[in-house]
């Protein structure tokens, strides 16, 4: 991956979300390559869509991301989209009401 890649993902297994200014603007080559990792998905998400956010939101938007990338982390030990169904947003949200997530940050499906 190049240094200019709005995401760094480091290894199959590694669901940090690290954002890097996006010279390049290649978004059908970070598309392509977001389509294999819900990691890099949800970055080219956060340089994407939410970039234009405040500060404050664009964290609140990384903490939310990285908490479901945990959490499908530990449930497939991959994070591959290809596993990903309506059943484990809605166990991921029952597991933030359980750890009593505040309700706000909620999203109902």
Same mark, same amino acid.
């Given at each position: 991956?190049?240094?200019? =890649? ?26 392509? +390559?977001?389509?294999? $990792? &819900?990691?890099? &998905? =949800? ?16 964290? =609140?938007?990384?903490?939310?991301? +990285?908490? #479901?990338? $945990? ?13 990903? #169904?309506? $059943?484990?947003?809605?166990? #991921?949200?029952?597991? &933030?009401?359980?750890?009593? &997530? ?8």
């Amino acid at each position: 991956m190049s240094d200019t =890649a709005p995401f760094n993902h480091t290894s199959d297994t590694d669901t940090s979300i690290i954002l890097k200014k996006n010279p390049s603007h290649n978004v059908l080559a970070h598309m392509a +390559q977001a389509k294999n $990792s &819900l990691t890099q &998905l =949800a970055t080219f998400y956060l340089v994407t869509e939410a970039a234009g956010h405040s500060h404050s939101t664009l964290d =609140a938007k990384r903490r939310d991301l +990285q908490r #479901f990338l $945990s959490f499908y982390q530990n449930l497939y030990k991959h994070d591959w989209p290809e596993e990903w #169904f309506v $059943s484990v947003t809605k166990a #991921f949200l029952k597991a &933030l009401q359980r750890d009593g &997530l505040a309700q706000a940050s909620l999203v109902v499906v």
